[in-house]
């Protein structure tokens, strides 16, 4: 079954830039879609479609795609980032959630 | 505004089932497919399945085949996900969730099921 790939943590001083990666084979060929999730609530989106920032996610969220890595940054980031991020793809008709990485911001 | 409104927690013995219902508004319920995803204490997200809200179709994943069993009530816009042969370790937090083109844009609070004797 198809896999993607997440550092388990990523540490971030307050107002540097964080970079959060997800990894999977073919994805290239894949809109990878990215979640932030704070504890006990539910998941929200954050990225769509590798690069596609939603209504009301703040323009310091930054998806990006090279090869079979995509990417997350975070701008300027602040406490309230702190969450767990999750990328997700499409793989024949099922989907895939990557295993997360915990933002901590220092 | 879109939102998906899960039911309460539920507390079930091994081997009982449990149902989750996830009531939509604020869209045309049968035009967007609902997903059904697991997330274990301290764990990450793991898809479970889907449905057509229009047609009733669904598709599970492997890991969840003969256990989970999605329906819908179109009269009450109203998803819900059946999940039977209850283990210790089925002890989880399910969300429904509605996907536009391909991605999840709206989520439900989540329902936490525990399975314990």
């Known amino acids: 079954s198809y896999e993607l790939t997440q550092s388990l943590s990523v540490s971030v001083a307050l107002g540097q830039t964080a970079k959060i990666t997800c990894g999977g084979n073919?994805?290239?060929?894949?809109?990878v879609h990215w979640f932030h999730q704070k504890p006990g609530q539910a998941p929200v989106l954050v990225i769509y479609r590798d690069e596609s920032r939603p209504s009301g996610i703040p323009e310091r969220f930054s998806g990006s795609k090279s090869g079979n890595t995509a990417t997350l940054t975070i701008y300027g980031a602040q406490v309230g980032d702190e969450a767990d991020y999750y990328c997700?793809?499409?793989?024949?008709?099922?989907?895939?959630f990557g295993g997360g990485t915990k933002l901590t911001v220092l | 505004q879109v939102q998906l409104v899960q039911s309460g927690a539920a507390v079930e013995t091994p081997g009982a089932s449990v149902k989750v219902s996830c009531k939509a508004s604020g869209f045309t319920f049968t035009t967007y497919y609902i997903h059904w995803v697991r997330q274990a204490p301290g764990q990450g997200l793991e898809w479970v399945g889907s449905?057509?809200?229009?047609?009733?179709?669904?598709k599970y994943a492997q890991n969840f085949q003969g256990r989970v069993t999605m329906t819908r009530d179109t009269s009450i816009n109203t998803a819900y996900m059946q999940l039977s042969s209850l283990r210790s370790d089925d002890t989880a937090l399910f969300f429904c969730t509605r996907v536009v083109a391909d991605y999840f844009d709206s989520w439900g609070q989540g329902t936490l099921v525990s399975v314990s004797s």
């Open positions: 997700q793809v499409w793989d024949s008709g099922t989907v895939v």
């Open positions: 449905i057509n809200p229009d047609s009733g179709g669904t």
């Open positions: 073919n994805l290239g060929t894949k809109n």
